[in-house]
Every structure is written in structure tokens, then in C-alpha cells.
């Protein structure tokens, strides 16, 4: 079954045997759109700058420049992650950075200058080109809010894109919220760079954040608001459900978070209200119940590294490979390695591929799609 927006409202308290239920189909759903097996990204993760600015109510990635803990890397290091994670097997390079700090910080401004670069984009256009150029990494850039000049000039060097829509909610915005001061976190600026990206067709990951002040109506809206820029423009490759963790230090430190049942709730609801051609995932760092997200209609665990830590939640460290495909295995289902790019956009890649990434990464795939090399388990 597929939901309506308002059979989805109302399971806002669903639990005990409805919740089982619920999650049954969802699974089925799964099940039909993609067989037996899940799927990960074995990825290095690069911090291209943690200076970013905005300030959410629950980061402890950003740093300031007073703090003394504020970065650019250079190429050389970039390159440093990069080797080493070929080493292990490695397949993507996530790009994961602050947005357009060169916009609030002068310390961001002179240490862009020192590199060669006015804009945080412009240097992060060319340090990948430097891992397609020097490494057979595939680049999955998360640079938050972009214009579409900024997409079109990000393509060729990214396999794929993304960027985590989080909540349409403006109230987010408010004093006192989770999004209070980060002008980077209005929706409607996240929408419209989900839009470009699908205007130019790149392949995108996108999700909601869920726990952090949000209604259950607004969780429901925002993935609706994914679902049709999916179905407009056919570009959504996955879609991440990311239960909030509380972090010492942060202005949500003492933030209750969601409970495993409203994690299995959101997920399978999300399953039934998403286009069954949109990947379902869940961060198997941030909850310990694997058998339980794979109950509730996932089909993927994302990126997970054997190097680099999670630098969005470092208190929360990546699961061996091996964990997952018992965990896998004990629900009947198989672990297999994909790329980061999602099968059936690799099936149109002269429509989603610039011609600098496809024929680079046509000998990384096997005819399903999916990884040539599987990597074992860790």
C-alpha cells in the first residue's frame, strides 16, 4: 500500500501491533522495488573547511575562528585521505563542509586568498577535479545551499550531489529553535537548490532530520516536498531519515531525542509516502538496532568508511562492514557495495553524467550497477 498525506497525519501515535504492521508493509514495498539485499557507499569523508555561517542549535562541527580549531584543508591533505582510502577499497570521496564562510569571516577570506580562491566553491571545484584527476575516488559533493550557476560549475567534477533538506519548517527559524540564525536553513533557499540540481539532472541525496522541534505534520510535509521536486524532475536517488543526537556543548544539549519506535514510525511512513524509485536510508552510527531499520522498509545504510570518522557526529563511530551484513543476513537479506551514484541513473548516464565522469566511472560498475570490486567485509 501507498499512503495519502492524510492516512500519513494520522499515524503520528501508531505503536504496539499497528506500528509492527506498519512497518510490515513498508518492508513489502521495499522488498518488490528492490529484492533482497541492502546496499552501502564505501567512502573516505572530507571535511573541506568546518568553518561555516551558520550556527544550529545542535552542530559541533563548525568552528570559529576564535576557537582556534578552524580549517581549510589543502590540496595536499585532501590527497593524503584520498590515497589512503584507496588503499582500503574506498570508492567515494564525500565532501562534506561549512556553507560560505568566506561570507561571515575574514579568517575564511585570507585563508582562500593564501590558497589561491575567492569562494569556498571555487576551491572545492578544483580539489575535485584533483580527485577524479589523481585517484579513481568518485566525488559526492554536500556543499549546503547553491545556485544553479554554482550546480552547473559543481557537475562535471560530481558524481553526485546532495544536501539534507532537514525541515520545510520556517518556525525552525524562530529564537530559541534549531535553525535560529542560519540564514543558510530557510526552506524555501534548500528547496530551490534541490530544484537546480534537478533542472540540470544531477543525481541527489536528500532527507529530513528528525527530533528537532519539528511536528509530526512538519516531518510529513517535508518529505511530501521531496516526493514532488522527485516526481517534477525524476533526480532524487535517496533519501536519508537522521535521528537527531543530543551533543554536549550545543544550545540542544539537553534536547530529548527521538526514540527507536519514532525512528521504525518515520521511516516506514516515509517508505509508503516516497516513489518507490527513491532509496530509503538510515545512519547506522546514530542507532544500534540495525534489524530494525531494515524491518521498517530501508534499503540502504549510506556512506560508511573503514578510515575517515563521521565529523558531522565523531562521538558516534561508523559500525564495522561486517556488523551490518550479519545484522543483514539474520533478516534474510544481503549487504552489497554500491557506487555513489544509484544504478538506474548510471542506466541514463548521458543524461545524469558529465562526460568528464562517465567513462571514469563506467569501468567502476558491474552490469547490475552496483560496485565491480565488492570489497569484504571489514
Excluded at 572530507?46 to 578552524?70: H, W
Excluded at 580539489?127 to 566525488?139: R, T
Excluded at 535560529?180 to 530544484?195: G, M
Amino acid at each position: 500500500m501507498m499512503l495519502s498525506r492524510q492516512e500519513a497525519l494520522a499515524l503520528a501515535n501508531v505503536t504496539g501491533p499497528d506500528l509492527h504492521a506498519l512497518c510490515e508493509s513498508a518492508a513489502q514495498v521495499r522488498d518488490i522495488c528492490y529484492g533482497q539485499q541492502l546496499t552501502y557507499s564505501r567512502k573516505v569523508f572530507i571535511p573541506l573547511t568546518n568553518m561555516c555561517r551558520d550556527s544550529c542549535g545542535y552542530c559541533t562541527f563548525v568552528k570559529t575562528p576564535e576557537s582556534g580549531q578552524a580549517w581549510y584543508l589543502t590540496p595536499d591533505e585532501v590527497m593524503d585521505i584520498v590515497q589512503r582510502g584507496e588503499q582500503l577499497g574506498c570508492k567515494e570521496a564525500l565532501f562534506s563542509l561549512g556553507e560560505k564562510p568566506e561570507l561571515k569571516y575574514s579568517y575564511a577570506r585570507d585563508r582562500l586568498q593564501t590558497l589561491g580562491y575567492s569562494s569556498t566553491v571555487d576551491y572545492l571545484h578544483d580539489v575535485a577535479a584533483q580527485v577524479i584527476d589523481q585517484s579513481y575516488l568518485l566525488p559526492h559533493i554536500n556543499a549546503g545551499t547553491l545556485d544553479k550557476d554554482d550546480v552547473r560549475r559543481l557537475k562535471p567534477v560530481a558524481a553526485s550531489m546532495g544536501m539534507m533538506l532537514e525541515n520545510i519548517s520556517r518556525r525552525l527559524l524562530r529564537k530559541g529553535m534549531a535553525h535560529h540564525a542560519c540564514p543558510d536553513k530557510v526552506p524555501q533557499a534548500r528547496l530551490k537548490t534541490i530544484e537546480y540540481a534537478g533542472q540540470l539532472d544531477v543525481p541527489f541525496t536528500t532527507g529530513i532530520l528528525i527530533g528537532i522541534g519539528e511536528s509530526w505534520e512538519e516531518r510529513i510535509e517535508s518529505l511530501l516536498a521531496i516526493n514532488e521536486m522527485h516526481l517534477y524532475y525524476g533526480h532524487v536517488q535517496e533519501v536519508i531519515v537522521q535521528n537527531f543526537r543530543a551533543k554536549a556543548g550545543t544550545a540542544m544539549a539537553d534536547h530529548t531525542e527521538p526514540d527507536l519506535d519514532d525512528m521504525r514510525r518515520t521511516l516506514a511512513v516515509a517508505r509508503l509516502l516516497l516513489h518507490p524509485s527513491i532509496s530509503l536510508q538510515a545512519p547506522p552510527n546514530l542507532e544500534q538496532h540495525y534489524g530494525a531499520y531494515v524491518s521498517a522498509g530501508i534499503n540502504d545504510w549510506g556512506g560508511i568508511s573503514p578510515l575517515t570518522i563521521d565529523h558531522i557526529n565523531p562521538e558516534r563511530a561508523w559500525p564495522q562492514i561486517s556488523s551490518l551484513q550479519q545484522a543483514c543476513q539474520g533478516k534474510g537479506y544481503q549487504l552489497r557495495e554500491r557506487l555513489t551514484v544509484y544504478p538506474r541513473y548510471l542506466q541514463q548516464s548521458e543524461r545524469y553524467l558529465d562526460d568528464s565522469i562517465s567513462p571514469f566511472i563506467s569501468g567502476m560498475a558491474a552490469s547490475n550497477g552496483l560496485a565491480a570490486q565488492q570489497c569484504l567485509p571489514d
